[in-house]
C-alpha cells in the first residue's frame, strides 16, 4: 500500500478478508482519492474523494467513520472506516477504508446478549441507528427521534439522560465509541427497569460494543502495523542511523516479510552502498577543499538575508568560525554597512554574483578584501541567502601603490635624466673647437653619468657609498702602483640626487686634470679625502699636484661652469674652485640632507631628513596628528602606526579643501602632509600651518630637492614608501 502498488495490495487484501464475517469491503486510495487498490469490481475507476471522512483521515492522520451510508458499489448499508497510510519518511500517501455490513453488525452486537427491557443502540454522528439489538431492520439507517438524547450527544462526552416521549419514561446511556470518530452507543431502558443489575449489564455490554466496533480499528491497525509499518520503522531506524553517520546499516534479508519489502530492502541496501561511496568522495574532495584554502587569504562563507553567518571557512586570523557564526558580516571589524546592502540588492535584482572591494579591520589592523556574493534560490525562486568569498588583498593594494609610486619617480627621473644629457649635448656643442672634442666631451660625460646610474640600480637607487663612487670614476686614470690617485676619508652614502652630482663634478675635475693638472705628468696625482663638518654637512677636498704650469688652463668653458654650479644648484651645497701650481683644488659641500653616515656603533643611519627609517620604537601616547593624505592605502597604515604607538588621528584631509580647512581650524599637535594631493600641491596648507605655529612633516615620492619649494626645504620630509617606525620617530622629534 505504501508503494500504491495495485497488485501487491490487492493481493494482500483478498488474504486478510477471507477471514472477516463482517468485513464487506476493503479498499485504499491515494492522495487524490482515487481507489488503486479494491476488493471488489477491480479495473473500474472509482473517486472516494467526495466521501468526507476519507480525506479527513488523511489531512488529521487519524481513524475517521463514515457513519451510515449506503456503498457506492454495493448499494448496501454499511459502516465504514478510514486510516491513513504512513509513508517512510512520515508522508501521508493514502488511506485504507474498510467497510461493514450493519446487519451483519447488529448480529454480532446481539450475541452479547443484553437484558431484557433494554436496547443496545450504535449510532453515527447524525444520531442514525448503524445497529440495534433486539434486531429491528425497519429502524436501521433511520435517526433517533428522542430531542433529549439528540442534544446530550451533540453535547459531547459520555452521560445519561431522561426522555418523556415515551409512556412511563425512557432512560438512556450513552457513550462515544472509538474515540472521536463520531460513532456512539446506546443503551436505552424504562425507567422502572433500571437496577443495579441493569446498570452492571449495561458496563458489560458497553464492554463487549467496545471489543466488537475496536476490531475495526484494530483491523485498519494491524494492516498498518504488522503488514506496513514494521518493516518500515525497520528501515526508517536504518536511515536514522544513517544519517547519525552509520555508513555502514544495511536492511539485510528481512525475513518473514513480504515480496515487495523483500525488494525495498535490496533497494536501500544499494541506496547505502551509494552513499557510503558517495560520501567517501565528498569527504576526500572536503579534505582537498579544505588543504586548498588552509594557510591562503581566501574567506569563504554563507550567510542569511540578513547577512549573519551560518557557515564559514579559513576566516582571516586571529578570527574563528566559533566568533563569527550568527554576526552580520558588516559588523565584523567595522564594515561598510551601506555597501554591503547595495550589494544584497544588486544580487536580488540581478540574481547574479555581485563584487567589489571592502575594507575590514581585523586584529586592529586594516584589510583590503576583494569580495564576490552570489545568491542562492530554493526550488520556488525565492531568494534563501548569499554565498561569499572574500580574498584579502591588503598586500596586493599596498604593492600595487608602491609600484605606482616607483613608477612615478621612474617617470620623473627618465624625464630628469634626458633633460641632463641634453643640457650636456647642448652645452658640450657650444664649448668643443672640433667634433672629436664635442664626441669626447658628450662620452666621458655621459659614462661618469651611467656608472652612476649602475651604482644606484645595485642598490635600487637607495643610497652610493661614496668611497665606491670615487673608485668608479677614477679608476681609469690610476696607475698600476696606484699612487697617483689617493683617497681618504669615513665611510659614508650619498642619496641618488648627490651621487649623480657629485660624479658629473668629479668626472670634469678629473677630465681637466688629465689635460691641464695633476694626472697629465708621470710625476702628478690626485688626492681627494673628505669628512664631516660639526653641522653634519660632508666636505669633500680635491687637492692635484705635480702638474704643468697653470696658465695652460685659461678659458672657463662648460666643465669649469659644471663644477662650480651642479653641486651649489642641485643640492643647495658650495663649490670653492681655484687653480694652484701644481693643479687645481676644489672644495665641495654636501648638505647633510643628502648624506648618510655612520653612527656611534659604526652602521650607517640616514641624516635628519630621513629620521626614523632605521629607528628604534618610539611612543607618541596623546599626541594629536593631523593628516592629510590621499591615498586609501597608506592612510590606513598610516592611522594604525599613529594609534598603535599611542596617538591620536585628526582628520584625515584627502582633499585640498578639507585639509586647508583643518588646518587653519581643528585643534592638532603636528602635521603629517602630502605634498601632492591628487594633482593639487599643499603648500598653501603648509603656509598656513606656519602662520599657527603648528609643526608638520612633508611627505613625498619624489626627490625632496626638486619636488619641494626652498622655502620648506628645511621641513622634514619622509620619503615614500616611508615605515611606521620612520613616520612615528618624526613625528616624536618635531613635538619633542
Known amino acids: 500500500m505504501q508503494a500504491l502498488d495495485t497488485t501487491g495490495c490487492e493481493d494482500a487484501i483478498d488474504a486478510y478478508t477471507a477471514h472477516s464475517v463482517a468485513l464487506t469491503q476493503l479498499l485504499a486510495v491515494d492522495m487524490t482519492g482515487r481507489v488503486f487498490c479494491n476488493q471488489l469490481n477491480r479495473g473500474q475507476s472509482v473517486d472516494l474523494s467526495d466521501r468526507d471522512y476519507v480525506m479527513r483521515s488523511m489531512s488529521e492522520r487519524r481513524l475517521t467513520t463514515s457513519g451510515y451510508i449506503l456503498g457506492r458499489q454495493t448499494q448496501e448499508p454499511i459502516l465504514s472506516f478510514a486510516y491513513p497510510i504512513i509513508g517512510p519518511e512520515n508522508e501521508v500517501r493514502g488511506a485504507v477504508i474498510v467497510a461493514y455490513d450493519v446487519l451483519k453488525v447488529g448480529l454480532e452486537l446481539a450475541a452479547g446478549r443484553p437484558p431484557e427491557n433494554q436496547a443496545l443502540l450504535l449510532v453515527d454522528a447524525n444520531l442514525v441507528r448503524v445497529a440495534r439489538v433486539p434486531s429491528d431492520p425497519a429502524l436501521i439507517g433511520r435517526p433517533v427521534d428522542r430531542e433529549a438524547l439528540r442534544g446530550a450527544i451533540a453535547a459531547g462526552g459520555s452521560g445519561s439522560v431522561i426522555s418523556d416521549e415515551d409512556a412511563g419514561g425512557q432512560f438512556d446511556a450513552y457513550a462515544p465509541v472509538l474515540g472521536g470518530t463520531g460513532l456512539y452507543a446506546v443503551v436505552s431502558t424504562s425507567e422502572d427497569a433500571i437496577t443495579g443489575a441493569a446498570e452492571r449489564l449495561f458496563w458489560r455490554n458497553m464492554i463487549a460494543v467496545l471489543l466488537v466496533f475496536g476490531t475495526a480499528g484494530v483491523a485498519a491497525l494491524v494492516i498498518g502495523n504488522v503488514s506496513i509499518r514494521l518493516p518500515v520503522l525497520h528501515l526508517t531506524r536504518l536511515t536514522e542511523a544513517m544519517a547519525e553517520g552509520d555508513l555502514g546499516a544495511r536492511a539485510g534479508e528481512m525475513r518473514g516479510s513480504s515480496p515487495e519489502h523483500k525488494r525495498l530492502g535490496r533497494s536501500f541496501n544499494r541506496m547505502a552502498e551509494v552513499v557510503e561511496q558517495r560520501t567517501h568522495q565528498l569527504r576526500e574532495s572536503e579534505s582537498r577543499f579544505r588543504l586548498a584554502l ?103 593594494k599596498r604593492a600595487e601603490e608602491q609600484l605606482r609610486l616607483l613608477a612615478a619617480e621612474i617617470d620623473h627621473r627618465a624625464k630628469n635624466i634626458l633633460a641632463v644629457v641634453l643640457s650636456i649635448i647642448r652645452q658640450s656643442a657650444a664649448n668643443a673647437r672640433t667634433v672629436p672634442d664635442f664626441l669626447s666631451a658628450i662620452d666621458g660625460r655621459v659614462a661618469a653619468m651611467a656608472r652612476a646610474h649602475s651604482l644606484l640600480s645595485q642598490s635600487r637607487w637607495q643610497s652610493v657609498e661614496l668611497r665606491r663612487l670615487l673608485e668608479e670614476e677614477l679608476a681609469a686614470y690610476r696607475r698600476a702602483e696606484r699612487s697617483n690617485v689617493l683617497l681618504n676619508g669615513p665611510e659614508c652614502m650619498l642619496t641618488p640626487k648627490a651621487a649623480l652630482a657629485l660624479s658629473l663634478t668629479v668626472h670634469e675635475l678629473a677630465t681637466n686634470a688629465v689635460k691641464y693638472g695633476g694626472l697629465s705628468s708621470q710625476s702628478g696625482g690626485v688626492h681627494v679625502s673628505w669628512a664631516f663638518e660639526v653641522n653634519g654637512d660632508l666636505v669633500v677636498e680635491w687637492s692635484e699636484h705635480g702638474g704643468p704650469p697653470t696658465s695652460e688652463v685659461n678659458r672657463r668653458g662648460f666643465g669649469q661652469k659644471l663644477i662650480a654650479r651642479s653641486l651649489a644648484m642641485d643640492l643647495d651645497g658650495s663649490v670653492e674652485h681655484d687653480i694652484r701650481p701644481g693643479g687645481a683644488y676644489c672644495r665641495m659641500v654636501v648638505p647633510t640632507s643628502h648624506v648618510i653616515r655612520p653612527n656611534e656603533k659604526g652602521e650607517l643611519e640616514p641624516s635628519m631628513s630621513e629620521a626614523g627609517l632605521q629607528s628604534e620604537e618610539a611612543s607618541i601616547e596623546g599626541v594629536r596628528v593631523l593628516v592629510v593624505e590621499d591615498s586609501a592605502l597608506i592612510l590606513m597604515e598610516v592611522e594604525m602606526a599613529i594609534e598603535d604607538a599611542g596617538g591620536l588621528v585628526v582628520g584625515p584631509a584627502t582633499r585640498l579643501a578639507q585639509a586647508s580647512e583643518l588646518a587653519a581650524s581643528a585643534e592638532f599637535d603636528v602635521a603629517l602632509l602630502d605634498v601632492n594631493l591628487d594633482g593639487e600641491l599643499t603648500y598653501a596648507v603648509a603656509d598656513t600651518l606656519a602662520r599657527r605655529s603648528k609643526p608638520f612633516v612633508l611627505a613625498t615620492g619624489y626627490d625632496p630637492q626638486t619636488s619641494i619649494v626652498a622655502e620648506y626645504r628645511d621641513r622634514p620630509v619622509l620619503r615614500k614608501p616611508y615605515t611606521s617606525e620612520g613616520l612615528v620617530r618624526a613625528i616624536k622629534e618635531m613635538v619633542g
Open 294 to 396: 588552509s594557510g591562503s587569504p581566501i574567506f569563504v562563507f554563507e550567510c542569511d538575508r540578513d547577512l549573519r553567518l551560518t557557515w564559514c571557512f579559513n576566516p582571516p586570523p586571529p578570527l574563528s568560525r566559533d566568533s563569527l557564526i550568527g554576526t552580520a558580516i558588516p559588523d565584523i571589524g567595522g564594515g561598510d554597512a551601506a555597501r554591503y546592502r547595495s550589494l544584497y540588492r544588486r544580487a536580488v535584482a540581478t540574481r547574479r554574483s555581485v563584487g567589489d572591494e571592502v575594507v575590514h579591520h581585523v586584529a586592529g589592523r586594516a584589510r583590503v578584501f576583494d569580495l564576490t556574493l552570489e545568491p542562492r534560490f530554493d526550488d520556488e525562486g525565492r531568494m534563501q541567502g548569499l554565498s561569499g568569498v572574500a580574498v584579502d588583498v591588503t598586500e596586493r
